[in-house]
Every structure is written in structure tokens, then in C-alpha cells.
């Protein structure tokens, strides 16, 4: 193996590496941090070097070590770096505080014995220097006459060298006899185990560090500092060139564990074909998006892997950033423009709706302007874990090696193919008018002949979403976001199925680089549910049926209807189990990136309620309840009473043991209750011991959810800590909300849950580090609680600045925190539109009913 100086090479495996989970930087000192000098005391390193160390060492999952053949007290002493940095002298046999080899009687005897004769060989000449190491001794003749330097050093290989249990090594001007058996190869795999690094970089210059560069391997990297014979990879000039790349691999790492320019998160844009979702950029740049369904890996994943995890971009070659982004009215038909490029992405759903087609799915994305434009596809498979590789055809470009059909369909274009790793990056320069790129994916064989002309794909599926959206019923507050947000929803819906999503994303943080990163691309029946309700109070039935079936076959192949998850796969199916992506290192480098979610595991006995619940708000609606529906509302019931009095995990799914949550105990009320209401309007029959049960439960609530200290009824039986879902128990109807106990509970809210715009689900320690912050739908409950009230203006100024928390495209994440004025979590997040809807139109009956009062 020949080492590259190949700048390049250089650059491309340093990316490489600096990329890896959890990465080991190992260097020499003498002729890589430090030049090489005649006085050895003198050797100080390059400030660049050592700031370039410093900062790696106080990255995540990133080691750094120094392994030196100077003795443990020279390398601290001229080193002068932190304790976080692990330093190794002696080539190997002197380690840092956890690695310390103390020396046999024998060994020290002859160390003594060695150092004699060293010193005796010095003293005939001149020019030669004898360091003293706890476990070695090291004769430098690098000031010695050449000549005389020679024949000495004969003398000392066929005499002390000879001696039984030394070791010896040879370096640049220099013999260093040990009497332990270890070298710096031996030191870098000790390092590598005791940090568990999936990688090793290691910089040496001299031909003791050929032991370290031979344990080099897989995506390791060896670095060579100036000329000589080595195995390592690459090659540096000198020290000064070992200092830059040192400092370049601590800039690349750091913006691969922080995720560099990452925009925020409300301000990505949502584009769906029902099957799959995409996300999209401010400046037209999908980062996100999965096939088949939302739920399965992806193919790009630049949200939260950086650029390695795919993208695909188009940008002017200008390169001035876009003046606006929108939706066309009513539709996800997204357009982004700038002064002379306007690009418009959708996923097509005009060629055929997605239950004829299954696990089909067409990107479209028109560039139209004057001038020209840079296109960058860079698709990265399974969330960059498989290499890909691009073919250009007389089409456009085809993805190799991969089970999927994956096609991008661009006649006219030029492609340039570029290698990145063991993938491949396609780009091309075009001329502006109108450029289509449809990219394709599917399992079938893709036809050579396209559907339509891209205009009246375009046409139809605008007319798609905006017929939908056209045969709403908005209230009179914030139609338009009211609008958005039902658009939004039903983009959540798995169409083939009837499941709804919890969010299109995974992991995006509810704490910036925490740990809080969970996977939300799955059907939550709670959840689902009141996402189904919020569409059929707009005017919208089919997707609270389509979920009604879809949950009906969950239960249809269960023991028993008690035994219903939290959640399932959006086809159905059962997760696999919660996994984490060490490779790709999430948005703003929050890790780990999550998929699948534990909480599939969990007690949650919330669930029944919003399910009959949904059923009941058909049923008002005067839509039919047919007998299989009405079979589903028994079970829940059945099932309500069969575990209502268990503990459980919560709606907010604690990772710690269960606790006898009062929202769970309100829910399995309302299930109860719903599911009377439900009987009487449809006149089907309803059992007496319902409503002893809806007695029982409420009964028990109301006894052993209100805490006295408190003075509110709190997360838990017993617990004195708050719970923003608690609102619920008049939200619900088990309680009327004029009761001194919820009023109570609301004031206790307000004041310790509540920060501005926003209200925290909790504060207790939930056991997982870090604040979250506040969670949009708790303010929309809240909101919901003050109309309930009577307290009109506190709802309707909340609910202002509720609407204002929304990206520029009108979308919602997950949480919000005030302090640092930061969208967080999932996103776009069905509970925080579901939210917006049901306080407008909470908002709009309440203000009805205040104009119809005589006296108003």
C-alpha cells in the first residue's frame, strides 16, 4: 500500500473518519505536534495542534490520546494538555492514570543495569543525550558526529540490545532499549478497547509509530507525518500540515455531531401522496423523505444525518437565497422562488390514487426561470447505511444495487457523477425555461412512458387536495390556519390503510443536542383518533371511518380488546424493536437518532377513550354507525372495564415504572361515557352496568386524583406534581368546568406550567436528562379550559399567539421553547394542529354564543 499525498484523498478520509460514532484521535508528539529539534527539551508543540486537540476532546463520543516515546513526565510537561486527553509515553509501557504498569523487581534491575551502560558509552563521546524513562532508556545521538554516532550504535545492538528481556526500538536518532514487552501499536488497541471506538486515526512521523499504523484497520486511518517507508494511508509534508488537518477533522466532526446550518424546524415544509411524505427546505432542499411509507427507511435523510444521509437541492448558480416559499392555496403543491428561478415540488397523486398503486411514489419538482441552475441528487439509501450508486441513461439517472425501483426522470440533463464515500452524488449546470425532475420510486417495474404531462399532473393533484379542502366547514377564526392545519392531517393519513401518522419525522429533539429523540412515524390509535375527530368537526367523515376499520383490524387479531397497543406500523403490523443509528448524528447534534419507539411496549389504557370518542362525534354528525362499529365500541367498553383500575405508563409514556395516571382514569370515562351517548343516539342497546361503570370511574377520579396539598388534581394517585393533561376532566365532561376543584387546577397550571405562549406537559424529573420545551396542544387544552370558563379574552389572546408559533408555510412542530425562541420536536405534529382546529372552533362557538345572549 502506497500512502496518498493526494490533498483529496486527505480531505475525503478525513471526512470519512470524522463521521464515525465514536472515533479515537491518537497521535505521536515528536515530529507530528511538535517539529523535531536538537534539544529534545525543547520540542514545543504547535499552539494549532494543541487547540485543534483540546477541541476534539470536548466533542461527544470523541477520545484523544497521545502516545509518545518520551517519558510520561516530559510529554505532561511539555505537553501541558487536559486530563480528558490520554497520555501514553514511553512508547506504550507508561500510561496515564487508569493504565499503569508497575515493574517487576527484575525489570527495575535491569533498567539500572542498561541505564550504566548507556551512560558509560555517552561519557566517550560528545553529542550524545540518555533519557530516563520509568521504563526504558533512550540513547539520542542526533548531535553526535555521524561517523562516530555509527560505530556506537553497532556496539549498543550487539551489546546492552542483546541483553535477555530487553525491547528494543529504533527511531529517528535514537535507541531505546525497554524491559516491558509493549510498543505504541500495543497502546492504541488498549486505548481503542477501553473507549469502544469504532474508529482510530493515528498521526505518526517516525518508524516506531509503523506498530500503531499496523493495527490500523476497517475505516481506520493512518496518517504519515514526511518521508519514509510506512503502511499508513495517507501522507502529510510536515507538522505544520499535521496541524491543519487536525484542525479541519475538529471543524468537520463538530459540524457533523452538531448538524451544520441545519434550518429550523418550523420551517420546513410538508409535501404527501398519502403513502409517503417529504420534507422541505426554505431554499427548496429535500431533506427528509422515506419509501414506500413514511414509516419505512429513507432516502434522504439530510434532517438529521447531514449532507452523507442524502438530499436532493436546486439552487440558482447565482446563489442568492430564495425571496419566498408558499403552498398554492389549499394544496401541498409547495413554490419556492427566487428573483429569476421559481421551483414547485409536489408528490403526485394524480396518476392514480395511492390504493391502485401501492408502494409507488413520484417526486415532482419543475424548475422555471431564466438563467441558470445547479440540481444536486444525492440519495443515500436506509438512512445512509447502504452505498449508492447512480447511472446516467438517456433519461435521466437510475439508482443501482438497491431492491427498489428509483428513477429520476430529467430528459435533457447532463449529469456529472461524483464519489462520496461509497456513495455517488449526480449534479448538473442546466439552462433555465422548464425543467421537470420526476423522481420515481417502486417495487413494480417503472413504465417507460410517463402518465401525463407534468402540467396536468400538476392540475390534478391541486384539484386533489384543494377539492378536499373546499368542502370544509372552517369556523371564523383563523380560516386559513384552520385550513392548513386539516391539510396538514389528512397529509398524515396512510390512505391505503386508513392509519394516521403522529408526525412525519423521527427524532428531531425536544431538548437540542439531548437525548429526548423519538420516532413519531407511526399510528398512535389515541392519537389518531383525535385527529379523525378534528376532520369530521370540519365537514370531514371518510378518514374517522377509514381509522375506525384500521382499528378494528388490530383488535379483530388480539386476545382480547384490553390487549390494544399505543401504537402500530402505519400497515398495522407490530414495531420492530426500538434501534439506534449511531452513524447519522441527528438535528443540531442531537443523539441518539431513533428508530422504531419502546412505547409500543407500554401500558397506556388512555387509548380506548379517544377511539369511542371518535365514533360518538360520527354519530352526532348523523353519519351511520354500522354493526361492526358498534361491536368496536363494546370491546372498548369491554376493555375499559377490565383494566380501568390498572396502573399504567401515561399518555406521556414514562420511561419508569407505572403509576395510576388520572388523564388514563379520565379517558377510560370518556369511553364509557362516549360510548352510552353513542347507544342512545343510534338506538342501539346500551347495558345498565355501563353506567354503574362510568359512575365507578368517576367516582374514583374524583376521590383520588385531587390532591389537597396541591390544591389540583395532579399526574398520578398521590403524586403532587402537575399534568397539563389533567385539563381534560372537564374538556371531557367529567367534571363541569365552573367546579372550584378544576378552576383550582387550571390556576395551578397557570401558574406553574404555564411561560408565555406555551404550556409544559410536566415538570418533574422524568428521569431522562434535560428541560423539554413546552408542548403545543397543552396550550390549545388550556385555551379550550379558559372558553369553558367564561374567560373568553384570556383564550382568544392565547390562541393569537398560539397561530404565531407556526413556520412561514403555516406548519406546527411538536413543542416550543420561549427561552430560546426554538420549535422542537417532531414534525409537522398532527396533536399540535389538532390543537389549532379544536380552539378555533371552540373559539368561534363560544364568541356564537356570547353574540346570541340578549344581554351580550
Not at 501541558?80 to 527495575?108: C, K, M, N, W
Request: hydrophobic share 40%; proline share 7%; net charge negative.
Amino acid at each position: 500500500m502506497t500512502a496518498s499525498a493526494d490533498p483529496n484523498v486527505v480531505r475525503s478520509r478525513l471526512q470519512a473518519i470524522g463521521r464515525t460514532p465514536t472515533l479515537l484521535v491518537a497521535t505521536d508528539y515528536d515530529g507530528v505536534l511538535a517539529p523535531l529539534v536538537e534539544n529534545p527539551s525543547k520540542a514545543y508543540p504547535h499552539r494549532e495542534s494543541m487547540a485543534a486537540l483540546r477541541t476534539l476532546s470536548t466533542l461527544p463520543d470523541t477520545h484523544v490520546a497521545v502516545v509518545s516515546g518520551r517519558s510520561l513526565r516530559d510529554l505532561a510537561a511539555l505537553s501541558r494538555l487536559p486530563a480528558e486527553i490520554h497520555l501514553v509515553g514511553s512508547h506504550g509501557s507508561e500510561y496515564d492514570a487508569g493504565f499503569v504498569d508497575d515493574l517487576t523487581p527484575q525489570q527495575v534491575e535491569l533498567r539500572a543495569i542498561i541505564t550504566k551502560e548507556f551512560e558509560a558509552a555517552a561519557a566517550e563521546g560528545s553529542g550524545y543525550i540518555i533519557e530516563k524513562k520509568p521504563a526504558s532508556v533512550a540513547f539520542h545521538y542526533r548531535n553526535a558526529d555521524p561517523d562516530e554516532a555509527k560505530v556506537m550504535v553497532e556496539r549498543l545492538l550487539n551489546g546492552p540490545a542483546k541483553r535477555p528481556g530487553t525491547q528494543l526500538k529504533l527511531g529517528k536518532k535514537v535507541v531505546e532499549l525497554a524491559v516491558v514487552d509493549t510498543n505504541k501499536g500495543t497502546a492504541v488497541e488498549a486505548l481503542r478497547r477501553q473507549v469502544s471506538a469504532d474508529a482510530v486515526i493515528f498521526l505518526g512521523d517516525d518508524v516506531t509509530d509503523e506498530d500503531a499504523f499496523k493495527t490500523l484497520r476497517g475505516p481506520d486511518l493512518g496518517v504519515k507525518i514526511g518521508d519514509g517507508d510506512t503502511v499508513a494511508h495517507v501522507r502529510l509534508a510536515s507538522t505544520d500540515d499535521a496541524a491543519r488537518t487536525l484542525a479541519l477533522l475538529a471543524e468537520q466532526r463538530r459540524a457533523w455531531l452538531q448538524g451544520s446550518s441545519a434550518p429550523a424546524i418550523e420551517e420546513h415544509s410538508l409535501l404527501s401522496d398519502q403513502r409517503t411524505v417529504a420534507l422541505v427546505t426554505p431554499d427548496a432542499r429535500v431533506t427528509w423523505m422515506c419509501h414506500p411509507r413514511a414509516d419505512s427507511p429513507s432516502v434522504f435523510a439530510e434532517l438529521i444525518g447531514g449532507r452523507h444521509a442524502g438530499f436532493f437541492a436546486v439552487h440558482p448558480t447565482t446563489g442568492s437565497p430564495p425571496i419566498s416559499q408558499r403552498y398554492v392555496p389549499e394544496t401541498l403543491v409547495l413554490e419556492t422562488r427566487w428573483s429569476d428561478l421559481t421551483v414547485t415540488d409536489y408528490l403526485d397523486v394524480s396518476h392514480g390514487r395511492p390504493d391502485l398503486e401501492p408502494g409507488r411514489t413520484d417526486l415532482v419538482r419543475v424548475l422555471e426561470g431564466t438563467g441558470e441552475a445547479v440540481i444536486e441528487f444525492a440519495p443515500r439509501l436506509d438512512y445512509g447505511r447502504a452505498p449508492t450508486q447512480l447511472e446516467a441513461t438517456e433519461t435521466g439517472l437510475v439508482v443501482r444495487g438497491v431492491p427498489q425501483n428509483i428513477e429520476l426522470r430529467a430528459p435533457g440533463v447532463v449529469w456529472e457523477i461524483v464519489a462520496d464515500g461509497h456513495n455517488q452524488t449526480a449534479r448538473s449546470t442546466v439552462t433555465l425555461g422548464t425543467v421537470p425532475l420526476v423522481l420515481e420510486l417502486a417495487f413494480d417495474p417503472i413504465p417507460d412512458e410517463q402518465p401525463e404531462p407534468e402540467p396536468q399532473r400538476r392540475a390534478n393533484t391541486s384539484a386533489y387536495w384543494r377539492d378536499w379542502a373546499k368542502a370544509l366547514s372552517p369556523s371564523g377564526f383563523a380560516p386559513d390556519a384552520v385550513v392548513r392545519s386539516a391539510l396538514t392531517i389528512k397529509a398524515l393519513c396512510h390512505q391505503p390503510t386508513g392509519a394516521i401518522l403522529a408526525a412525519a419525522t423521527t427524532s428531531l429533539p425536544e431538548v437540542p443536542g439531548g437525548v429526548r429523540n423519538w420516532d413519531y412515524r407511526y399510528c398512535w390509535p389515541r392519537d389518531a383518533s383525535f385527529s379523525a375527530a378534528s376532520l369530521v368537526e370540519l365537514g370531514s367523515y371518510n378518514e374517522a371511518e377509514a381509522l375506525l376499520d384500521w382499528v378494528l383490524d388490530r383488535v379483530a387479531n388480539l386476545p382480547g380488546p384490553e390487549r390494544l397497543r399505543p401504537l402500530y406500523a402505519v400497515e398495522g403490523d407490530a414495531l420492530l424493536p426500538e434501534a439506534v443509528l449511531p452513524t447519522l448524528h441527528g438535528y443540531l447534534g442531537s443523539r441518539p437518532v431513533r428508530i422504531g419507539n419502546a412505547a409500543d411496549q407500554q401500558v397506556q389504557l388512555d387509548v380506548f377513550g379517544p377511539i369511542v370518542n371518535l365514533a360518538h362525534r360520527l354519530a352526532t354528525h348523523n353519519r351511520p354507525i354500522s354493526e361492526t362499529t358498534w361491536d368496536l365500541v363494546i370491546d372498548m367498553v369491554a376493555a375499559v372495564a377490565r383494566r380501568w383500575h390498572e396502573p399504567d405508563h401515561g399518555i406521556w409514556e414514562e420511561r419508569r415504572p407505572q403509576r395510576h395516571h388520572v388523564h388514563s382514569k379520565v379517558m377510560c370515562w370518556m369511553a364509557v361515557d362516549r360510548a352510552i351517548k353513542t347507544g342512545e343516539l343510534t338506538n342501539n342497546h346500551v347495558p345498565a352496568s355501563w353506567t354503574r361503570l362510568r359512575h365507578t370511574i368517576a367516582a374514583d377520579v374524583v376521590s383520588n386524583g385531587w390532591n389537597p396539598e396541591a390544591n389540583a388534581f395532579t399526574i398520578a394517585y398521590g403524586d403532587d406534581e402537575l399534568d397539563a393533561a389533567v385539563l381534560w376532566i372537564a374538556l371531557s365532561g367529567l367534571l363541569p368546568p365552573q367546579d372550584p376543584r378544576f378552576v383550582a387546577t387550571v390556576k395551578a397550571i397557570e401558574r406553574d406550567l404555564r411561560k408565555g405562549p406555551i404550556v409544559y406537559r410536566y415538570r418533574l424529573d422524568d428521569g431522562l436528562p434535560g428541560d423539554e420545551g413546552g408542548f403545543l396542544i397543552c396550550t390549545a387544552w388550556l385555551i379550550q379550559a379558559y372558553l369553558m370558563m367564561g374567560q373568553l379574552d384570556d383564550a382568544r389572546t392565547l390562541f393569537d399567539r398560539y397561530i404565531n408559533l407556526a413556520g412561514h408555510t403555516g406548519l406546527l412542530a411538536e413543542e416550543f421553547e420561549p427561552a430560546t425562541n426554538m420549535a422542537l420536536g417532531n414534525h409537522p405534529q398532527a396533536y399540535s394542529h389538532i390543537g389549532l382546529i379544536d380552539a378555533a372552533l371552540a373559539l368561534n362557538d363560544a364568541y356564537a354564543a356570547q353574540a346570541a345572549t340578549p344581554d351580550s
